[in-house]
């Protein structure tokens, strides 16, 4: 599936001599397209998820969510429900146990705030023998409220006269809570924009989104004397025992987080939510072992979701189309007492070069749930918009996209002045045109008409910084022969457990059938996040060098055997697999482990890595460029995708397999953001109107087409030691805005309000008097 | 509906008292096994299945049958078992992911092409996409891509796992017919053996 590779343009100071690279004759498994080792387990049902784990005399809380977007509570009666036969304890502000001094420092837990600042707050919870009367008695309790004015959508929360959703006004200047600024600013953007010979101004609408991963949010916690057992759902383990210790008033060490198999997070299980502090408490009160999951409807209500965000844009080139001016400004929903905004002007600064620049956040706070991290937050919006704004530049211009986007490559990351280590965007422009055979568009657009089927093709270049954060690799090797690779980040079906065994494969000099991998325990060593993309360049680096360490001791050992089984050998001489050290022209010359480590007096072997993340001298990111086909229907609106061509640089590929899903899925979830979801808002009422599957869409089997992924498998070397970056999140990023241009070549029409759903594409055609 | 009773639910609870519940006896057959329980009227099959026998491989998602990943096949036949109650499958045939792989644990022909092609990412929706599979396939046993696309599109995969899906139940498709092909001539040779 790979392409050939052209030669990437590399930046002349890439330290390709970094001593920390490795050769790739090393490499037997990484870069192998393993199928995932967790497969069989799930496939066959045998993978035990936190929702599925289980104990005896177990029991079952259902949380009670507020149906007023602003107010107080002013009482919660519990007796109706506490009467139903099953019910074992109800919990709200009027008996909720006093709050701990926080250990760590920091604003005191609140379990039940008696104000209440959105509709789905939690108000109670019940705890029951059966989930289905936990369900049924929370419909039970009375709750008397004091509403409170609210305001619950952007625009009405922008509006001079609009109530104010919490104690601050409702639009702010967020700061600089994630370290970048929200204002940004360099050269002079008046100037820029005086001194272009186009100038484009455009406005884009992007709507509230929800996670939606498939397995609930949802904790078992169960107590063996002071310490608890916690069975979550979480894409940072580390974070979610902190978060409940916290919430507990008792340290860290006396919480265990378990989350071995995880059904999807796509950002919503990075922060931490109420069930899971309840379900500790509740067992600890109850001696028994608590369950608490969210319903699918309390997911949309109170588990996060990617703001709505308002953009305003213009951009200034010159004739021959050289950036002048970018001037990006958006505005993000927010919610009260939270410090959380959308930095959906970001990769505006910096992706393409251009000398006079403003990026602008605002956060505009409403009586909703907060919002948080949904698939590259803020980079997804933010490709957006200015992949759209190139586009409708470019057309201004009569210049093609494609030469627009590379006369203003960047070579240099123009906020932190590092030099990108390469920026591969031309090249993967030039393989994609190629592939989707971009000279086949419509010229000029609405020109490729087949009856009521208008075809056309747009592109957009998909980008995600590559993170990396502090992680531990261990690797052990036991005397049984076995080798254990241990990390407590998890694996979100992105394909950790994978690579991690591929890895550590290599580092030893083993295949992967040798290796066991323990993931998602808080127990395991440290692993960040398994969010920004992140957790796989982090650990994978970290298990790799660790997994070289423990060979280099391995073979110490053995060269240095009593015996002198391999006396006169050199560590070259020496194969390690099934758990032995064998010489590598005569099998007669092996040892098991077990014998190695009983001759050596120990029990096992602990190859360990500490991986920094060390500040790097240059700027590294996962490219990607993405072309869609469209076909838009006039008579009905509806826009399909029959193809979608996608290259994508992202270093060096671990598994072909596990990386092409990322892709993919990335793709499709662009696809969905701007043909089928919307999390909708009802103003007037301040609730969410469509907060189960049924009435928010996400794509079926019928909504994919062709979907051809291909990359450079070229490592990038200064990144860390296998040169690789990460997937998880680029793909989002351009497929989106590479449909919705699309839908320009196909119509003429530009539609800046996504999600793309008949009525409203539809209601755009018959506007500009377009029929079948 | 055989009989009504009150009767303490079965055994769930230890320390504290157990509450009076109305409940029904069935008799679910899941996988072969007979399986005699007391469930709630309102006890969905995706319920008696994950809470009253733990098996824990079908799972719960939207809970309106939006989504299938509660897929099951009863009677043969698929049904999304998180909006038919139990007690309307008292005396049938219920089979289930955990029922699938041969008694050898050799994994069924879709199981081993999920795993070829990648067919999942997280794996939530996998037992229900695989279950909804197996009956979609003994309807159409050579289908089209686009067949399987319309066949299967009433099972969502929110990690978009899609394309390795259609190319799974495809490939599946192939090699159930090849094996069916020697089964079938192997039958053939041994009867034309008997027959000698
Ligand atoms: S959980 Fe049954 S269809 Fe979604
Ligand atoms: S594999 Fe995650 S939902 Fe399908």
């Known amino acids: 599936m790979t392409t050939t590779i052209p030669q990437v343009p590399v930046n002349p100071q890439d330290p390709t001599s970094n001593p920390t690279s490795t050769p790739a004759e090393q490499m037997h498994s990484i870069g192998q397209p393993l199928p995932r080792i967790d497969g069989l387990a799930k496939v066959t049902g045998q993978a035990i998820y936190s929702f599925d784990h289980a104990l005896p005399d177990m029991v079952f809380g259902t949380i009670l969510s507020a149906t007023i977007p602003h107010g107080q509570v002013v009482r919660v009666d519990h007796r109706r429900a506490l009467a139903l036969p099953g019910v074992l304890r109800v919990y709200s502000c009027e008996n909720q146990p006093p709050t701990p001094p926080r250990v760590e420092g920091g604003a005191p837990y609140i379990w039940f705030d008696r104000e209440i600042r959105y509709d789905g707050q939690d108000v109670a919870m019940v705890v029951a023998t059966t989930q289905a009367i936990a369900d049924e008695a929370v419909g039970l309790i009375t709750v008397d409220v004091a509403p409170a004015p609210f305001v619950a959508t952007v625009r009405a929360a922008m509006a001079p006269d609009a109530p104010q959703a919490g104690e601050t ?48 949010h949802v904790t078992l916690a169960t107590w063996d004397g002071d310490c608890v057992t916690v069975y979550d759902s979480v894409q940072y383990p580390i974070g979610a025992r902190n978060f409940i210790a916290n919430a507990l008033g008792i ?31 509740a067992a600890r009160h109850l001696e028994r072992p608590v369950r608490v999951r969210l319903t699918r409807a309390q997911m949309h209500r109170n588990a996060r979701h990617r703001p709505q965000t308002l953009h305003h844009l213009r951009l200034g080139a010159t004739s021959a189309g050289i950036l002048t001016a970018i001037d990006h400004e958006v505005w993000s929903g927010g919610a009260p007492k939270a410090q959380y905004y959308e ?74 002045g590092k030099p990108f280590s390469r920026n ?9 045109s190629q592939r989707i055979g971009w000279d086949q568009r419509a010229q000029p657009p609405g020109s490729q008409r087949d009856g009521a089927l208008w075809r056309g093709i747009g592109c957009a270049v998909a980008f995600y910084p590559l993170h990396m954060a502090r992680a531990e690799g261990r690797v052990r090797l036991q005397a049984d022969g076995s080798v254990l690779v241990e990390s407590s980040g998890v694996d979100l079906g992105t394909g950790t457990y994978t690579i991690l065994a591929q890895a550590a494969a290599d580092g030893l000099g083993t295949t992967p059938a040798d290796i066991t991998v323990h993931l998602g325990d808080t127990t395991l060593p440290v692993a960040p996040i398994a969010g920004g993309s992140m957790l796989a360049a982090s650990v994978t680096p970290a298990v790799y060098s660790a997994a070289l360490d423990a060979r280099q001791q391995l073979i110490d050992a053995a060269l240095d055997l009593p015996d002198g089984l391999f006396a006169g050998c050199s560590a070259s001489d020496l194969v390690i697999g099934a758990g032995r050290v064998t010489h590598r022209r005569d099998a007669g010359r092996a040892i098991t482990f077990a014998e190695l480590l009983r001759l050596r007096g120990t029990t096992e072997i602990v190859g360990q890595c500490n991986f920094a993340a060390d500040d790097l001298p240059m700027e590294y990111g996962n490219f990607g460029a993405h072309f869609a086909e469209v076909t838009v229907d006039v008579e009905t609106g509806i826009v399909r995708v029959p193809r979608f061509v996608a290259v994508h640089d992202s270093g060096r590929v671990l598994n072909p397999t596990t990386y092409r899903s990322q892709i993919r899925g990335g793709i499709i979830w662009g696809l969905s953001a701007v043909l089928l979801e919307a999390s909708h808002m009802d103003g007037h009422r301040g609730r969410i109107t469509n907060a189960n599957l049924v009435e928010y869409l996400v794509p079926t089997a019928l909504d994919i087409g062709e979907i051809d992924v291909t990359w450079l498998d070229e490592p990038d070397a200064g990144a860390n030691a296998l040169g690789m970056k ?26 800046r309000h996504p999600p793309f759903q008949p009525p409203r594409v539809l209601m755009a055609l018959r506007a500009a008097g377009i029929t079948a | 509906m055989s009989q009504v009773s009150e009767v303490p639910e079965s ?21 072969g096994q007979i399986h005699t329980i007391q469930v709630e009227p309102r006890t969905t099959l995706v319920d008696a299945l994950r809470t009253h026998l733990g098996m824990t491989g079908t799972k719960l998602v939207c809970g309106q049958g939006a989504c299938g990943a509660c897929t099951v096949l009863l009677d043969g036949e698929r049904v999304t078992a998180c909006i038919i109650l139990a007690i309307m499958c008292d005396g049938r045939e219920v089979k289930t992911i955990e029922g699938l792989a041969l008694p050898d644990g050799t994994p ?17 929706c996998t037992p229900g996409q695989i279950m909804s599979a197996v009956a979609f396939l003994r309807d159409h046993p050579e289908p089209t891509i686009d067949e399987i696309r319309a066949g299967m599109a009433g099972n969502l995969c929110r990690c978009a796992a899609y394309i390795g899906i259609r190319e799974a139940v495809a490939d599946a498709a192939k090699q159930m017919r090849a094996s069916t092909a020697t089964s079938g001539a192997a039958t053939l040779a041994q009867d034309a053996g008997e027959m000698s």
Not at chain 1, 185 to 202: F, K, P, Y
Not at chain 1, 253 to 277: D, H
């Open chain 1, 169 to 216: 006004p409702n639009v702010e200047d967020p700061g600089s809570p994630y370290g970048e600024p929200a204002q940004y600013t360099r050269g002079d953007v008046a100037a820029g924009l005086l001194e272009a010979a186009v100038t484009i101004t455009a406005a884009y609408d992007l709507p509230s989104q929800i996670h939606n991963p498939w397995e609930a």
């Open chain 1, 251 to 281: 340290p860290s060490e006396q919480v265990r987080v378990i989350a071995e198999y995880v059904g999807g997070g796509f950002g919503s299980k990075l922060s931490t939510k109420t069930q899971a502090p309840l379900a500790a408490l």
């Open chain 1, 343 to 416: 930095s959906a002007a970001s990769t505006s600064r910096y992706l393409y070069a251009c000398p006079n620049l403003r990026s602008a956040h605002w956060r505009v706070r409403v009586n909703q749930n907060p919002p948080g991290s949904m698939r590259a937050p803020g980079e997804q919006q933010s490709q957006f918009a200015l992949e759209c704004a190139l586009d409708e530049l470019a057309h201004a211009l009569r210049i093609d996209p494609i030469t627009l986007r590379q006369r203003n490559q960047a070579s240099t990351h123009a906020v932190s």
């Open chain 1, 424 to 432: 591969s965007i031309p090249t993967l422009l030039d393989l994609g």
């Open chain 1, 726 to 751: 990460s997937a998880g999140e680029v793909g989002i990023t351009g497929a989106a805005p590479a449909i919705a241009n699309a839908i320009f070549n196909a119509t003429g029409l530009r539609l």
């Open chain 2, 11 to 31: 055994g769930r609870s230890g320390s504290t008292p157990v509450p009076p519940t109305l409940t029904v006896p069935i008799q679910l057959r899941v996988n």
């Open chain 2, 108 to 124: 069924h022909p879709l199981q081993a092409a999920f795993v070829r092609h990648d067919a999942l990412q997280c794996g939530f």
